[in-house]
């Protein structure tokens, strides 16, 4: 402030769109409301004391000067009750407009959009809980701030990488440094096939965290489904020497479920597996089914998962140190059994493999 009182004049790198001098917005709410809770309290005892002072007016005009001093303790006792009323109120005020200029204050610094906003849990209970609200919603606020921002790093370094791949593909062909053949035409248009699915997965995603995600659901023989995914893995174990195996009963009920959602969870959950199983291991899928649900079991015998990572391998890019992939393989299926009405977990033992397990209501 001292400053401010040497240099009042407008320095010429201050920003024309801002007021100068600076404005203190927190000191400036609570001067006002200070001045508001005062101006309340001394309009409240001015009104009780011209009322005490009409009501004894009107008694004296009504039985004349006899009567005023009869009237005199009673006026005298309303006036002091009037001011004993307006301290109270001036208290009163104070303990609950406290906590409400806080409120306001705090909703002031959320709009503008700082999210680490918080109020002080004070006051009567209804203001406590109202306070206890507004800083659950701002954490929340935070923390979807803090989630869009880290989603927009992972997908900018997601698609970084194609990219750079696909331009430096393409600069060599240019400039003679790759020979322009079939060879590396087929490897750019491998990139740009790893791109197109990338960007397939996000939007996916996307529709299945906000809701958005059309499902076209039928009864579906979930058997017939993942005998299908199967036989699409059976080359790749076949040249991997991984024993991939179903095991399903013959009398599985039908399940209401969208089934070229049901097939590309199983597909993201089977390549997953397959990422984390080495040569001469096993992976297989057991169908049952429970009360009301059936049941889906992948087991591998793949590298395991470490405890610290098994709460985060199915949020969305996180990978962990042995994997290859995007990282929304097991994000994707989790949202997408979620769409269903249905629960997904993992369960492993690292150097004993992966089971992950999720079910679907019928």
């Known amino acids: 402030m001292r400053w401010h009182r040497r240099h009042r004049r407008r320095p010429p790198w201050w920003p024309d ?20 809770m005062r101006r309340i309290a001394l309009a409240f005892a001015a009104l009780l004391f011209l009322s005490a002072l009409g009501a004894g007016t009107l008694v004296s005009m ?37 906590p409400l200029g806080d409120v306001v204050e705090a909703a002031n610094q959320l709009a503008s959009g700082d999210y680490t906003a918080r109020v002080a849990e004070h006051g009567p209970r209804s203001l406590r809980t109202v306070g ?66 990338l960007v397939d997965d996000l939007r996916t995603l996307a ?23 199967v036989d699409t893995f059976s080359a790749e174990a076949n040249s991997r020497t991984v024993l991939l195996g179903l095991d399903a009963p013959v009398d ?3 399940v209401p479920a969208d089934p070229l959602r049901l097939r590309e969870i199983l597909m993201n959950l089977l390549s997953n597996a397959f990422h984390h199983t080495p040569a001469h291991g096993s ?5 049952s089914a429970a009360t009301d649900r059936i049941v889906v079991k992948i087991a591998d015998t793949g590298v395991g998962i470490a405890a610290e990572d098994l709460p985060k ?50």
């Open 132 to 197: 206890r609200a507004f800083n659950s919603m701002a954490a929340r606020l935070e923390s979807q701030d803090q989630q869009r921002r880290r989603l927009m790093a992972d997908i900018a370094h997601e698609l970084r990488t194609p990219l750079s791949v696909i331009q430096g593909r393409i600069e060599g062909l240019l400039d003679g440094v790759y020979p322009r053949d079939d060879a590396q035409l087929g490897q750019a248009l491998a990139e740009t096939r790893m791109l197109a699915r």
């Open 283 to 287: 992976i297989t899928i057991e169908l």
């Open 252 to 254: 599985l009920p039908l």
């Open 62 to 98: 009504l039985f004349g000067g006899r009567a005023l001093a009869a009237t005199s303790a009673p006026i005298a006792l309303t006036i002091m009750a009037g001011l004993f009323l307006a301290a109270l109120l001036a208290v009163t005020m104070r303990r609950v407009g406290g």
């Open 17 to 36: 769109n801002e007021p100068w001098p600076p404005i203190n917005r927190r000191a400036a709410w609570k001067r006002g409301r200070v001045r508001f």
């Open 313 to 362: 391998i199915f949020d969305r890019f996180y990978k962990g140190s042995t994997s290859r992939g995007s990282g929304l393989g097991l994000a994707i299926a989790r949202n997408l059994v979620a769409a269903h009405g249905g629960d997904i977990k993992a369960e492993s033992q690292p150097g004993h493999g992966t089971t992950i397990t999720f079910s679907l209501p019928f």
């Open 207 to 229: 529709h299945a965290e906000s809701g958005a995600l059309t499902l076209q659901k039928e009864p579906t023989d979930i058997t017939i489904l993942a005998q299908e995914v």
